[in-house]
């Protein structure tokens, strides 16, 4: 059990108060047996966003011990177009890092339905479909950093990252200075200090919603990142544009990219493909002082192998 939780918790419909300990969501027996091949993360709650409860599944590595070390930390948000998507997009991601020493956490935000008279925008709150998402996200952010010395985690080695929208809504919460949800504590920003992504979705078209604009909020403080897309995805426009017209007139970082030849915007869901991105990740935190040592997982079955956006004419 991790000290630093003095906050009411409210966990499926009962509330009650944990003075000095973070303590776990314990899931059923059912749930634990599924899970012995694959061990589950810890599930905490991080916030209760519309009187729902919104978890995050943290994974730490073997025998960490956050009293006496602190590790770099990765938090990464689901894709599913802002309005579908699990955590469990990003077990494999997690368990991975974990394994190579970073304490990985994956997180459930609340999303607006496909359908309906609320669709594009929340009635209670206002926000639209982006912003909402965007808005849990920043609340996860602080609320890993809140509880960093309870989980081990060093705040200035925090990776965002995220798949499709998932993409989005890290590069956002951890760079806009809107959509702050007045029950966060006060005090912690959402700033990071790499990004870790699978072909974001990134748009001009966002710039009819400033607060969740991506060109409006990249800048000179725009962290490394490492960045995965396919060549016949339709979002790498929009992503050229962002890194031509935003990252680099104002100083940021400029992204590594990788592409997958041939392939479209779920090209990463396909396993070979995956391991390959999971592979150039971590050279890419090995690289930026992240994490150190060789990859640990075994060459793509499929023999796929990612192409660096700089020997491919035009890109």
């Known amino acids: ?10 966990i499926f419909g009962l509330s009650f108060v944990v003075v000095g300990l973070l303590v776990p969501i314990v899931g059923s027996a059912a749930d634990v047996a599924a899970s012995q091949a694959d061990p589950p993360g810890k599930r905490y709650v991080y916030k209760h966003s ?11 590595p073997k025998d960490h011990d956050p009293a006496t070390r602190k590790v770099a930390g990765i938090i990464l948000f689901h894709g599913g177009n802002w309005t579908d998507g699990s955590p469990a997009e990003f077990h494999d991601v997690c368990r991975y890092f974990a394994s190579r ?3 990985a956490a994956t997180v459930d935000y609340r999303m607006l339905p496909a359908h309906g008279p609320e669709k594009d925008k929340d009635s209670q709150t206002g926000l639209t479909r982006k912003q909402v998402c965007v808005r849990d996200a920043k609340s996860a952010i602080r609320w890993f950093k809140e509880y960093a ?14 798949g499709s929208a998932g993409g989005h809504i ?8 809107d959509l702050n949800d007045p029950t966060d504590p006060p005090g912690i920003d959402t ?17 009819n919603d400033p607060p969740i604009d991506a060109r409006r909020h990249v800048g000179k403080n725009f962290a490394p990142a490492v960045v995965f897309f396919g060549t016949e995805d339709n979002w790498l426009r929009h992503w050229k544009n962002l890194t031509q017209y935003s990252i680099r007139p104002r100083g940021g970082a400029e992204p590594i990219v990788w592409f997958a030849q041939g392939g479209d915007h779920g090209v990463f869901g396909k396993p ?13 935190l090995v ?3 992240f994490l150190t040592g060789d990859s640990t997982l075994a060459p793509s079955p499929g023999g796929k192998t990612l192409t660096p956006a700089v020997s491919i004419p035009g890109q």
């Open 287 to 289: 690289d930026r002082g």
């Open 101 to 103: 020493g970073l304490v």
């Open 191 to 207: 700033s990071v200090a790499a990004y870790m992504l699978w072909a974001p979705a990134c748009t001009e078209a966002d710039a």
């Open 50 to 60: 519309e009187g729902k409860p919104l978890g995050i599944e943290v994974f730490s």
């Open 1 to 10: 059990m991790l000290v630093g939780m003095q906050r009411v918790k409210h």
């Open 170 to 177: 890290a590069v956002l919460a951890s760079t806009t200075p």
């Open 272 to 284: 070979d493909w995956r391991l390959a991105t999971i592979a150039a990740a971590d050279r890419f």
């Open 149 to 162: 010395d309870a989980l081990g985690v060093d705040t200035k080695r925090i990776i965002a990252g995220g």
